[in-house]
């Protein structure tokens, strides 16, 4: 089991920057991939951004150039430097955990969930 916490959410001008941070616990081997998914109002969840063990990173093209995934794999953390916040950027951001080697893009393929943090990006 991996239980998953997202920090930093708020509310941004167009143009500004936000740090989310994504805490995991329980399993801590670091054996899976963690992620970034969104969720604007009246739309279907979307990938953001993904990485694994740090060492692969994998980005939305949306969101690519402005947004920037890291992990810290000693304190089991993984963050997401937004930067250039668009008011399309406006969303819940959920964390999200995969089990396993790889990286995947699907909603249905990531394994554990935050609860989210809303993100508000006014123009």
Do not use: H
């Amino acid at each position: 089991q991996v239980q998953l916490v997202e920090s930093g959410g708020g509310l941004v001008q167009a143009g500004g920057s936000l740090r989310l941070s994504c805490a995991a616990s329980g399993r801590t081997d670091n054996s899976y991939s963690m992620g970034w998914f969104r969720q604007a109002p009246g739309k279907e969840r979307e990938f953001v951004a993904a990485s694994w063990r740090g060492m692969s990173t994998y980005y939305a093209d949306s969101v690519k150039g402005r947004f920037a995934i890291s992990r810290d794999n000693a304190k089991n953390t993984v963050a997401l430097q937004m930067n250039s916040l668009k008011p399309e950027d406006t969303a819940v951001y959920y964390c999200a955990a995969k089990l396993g080697p790889g990286i995947t893009t699907r909603v249905d393929g990531m394994d554990y969930w935050g609860k989210g943090t809303l993100v508000t990006v006014s123009s």
